[in-house]
């Protein structure tokens, strides 16, 4: 990805996707837009032709708290290995994503530790006999308080840290969209298209792609990138909706054979 604040004075804007140029005497807001890089891509229901120009990975939840021992799956009882799934798939694009400048967006649960802004209704989600440990609830062994930001919980997990140039967001809903500023970061960056990973596919990362659906993105499922704890029937529902109704449904080993492709 690819940053403007490099550029000399007079640039309003950070991406090189929507900026404007400012003298005293005049501000310019018809800067051309860059050329588009065409990618051929097998898929289903349909192939289809993305703009790696306009494309961004959003990677959902792929945390401590969900997919690493004495997280809060584990400390629940939960299958924390299932939601592992996810991490060598993604080892091994997101190098190449970032070589091809798709920018990768990790959104993440990131909770305040007062928990302000979260409704009962999200509370009971996680805890609805009203005991046991839930959200901002403190883990054993000082691992911190579950998904709260800044924690040992919510950080991404190691095999999958984040690199300079990554792009953060914050989450407090199921939905990576929902009050957050996810849609405005997207837009700047002038992306069209969504290629959505992570935990859980029934789950967060659906409701992340159905929303960026209504928003009037393209959005494209990495199947193998996607992981849950839920039964399978889960899964298998998840990809027939997403490939009836919400956009479509491809995998790591595809993307990345189109990106290591000569150009037509």
Known sequence: MQSNKTQQGGVLGVFPHYHWRATEQEVDMAMPAPAPRPLRLNAEPQNLVIDLRRTAIVVIDMQNDFCAPGGWVDHIGGNFAADRAAIEPLQALLPALREA??????????????LANMPPNQIHLYKNSGSGTGL???????????????????AIVDELAPLPGDILVDKHRISGFWDTPLDSILRNLGVKTILFAGCNTDQCVLHSLTDANFLGYGC???????????????????IWNVKKCFGFVTDSTTLLAALQAPPA
């Open 101 to 114: 400048q798709v920018p990768v967006v990790w959104v993440n649960w990131g909770n305040r530790p007062d």
């Open 136 to 154: 901002g609830d403190p883990l054993p062994d000082g691992r911190g308080n579950v998904l709260e930001k800044g924690s040992w919980a919510a």
């Open 220 to 238: 494209v499922m990495l199947e193998d990138c996607c992981a849950t704890s839920s039964p399978d029937f889960c899964t298998q529902a998840t």
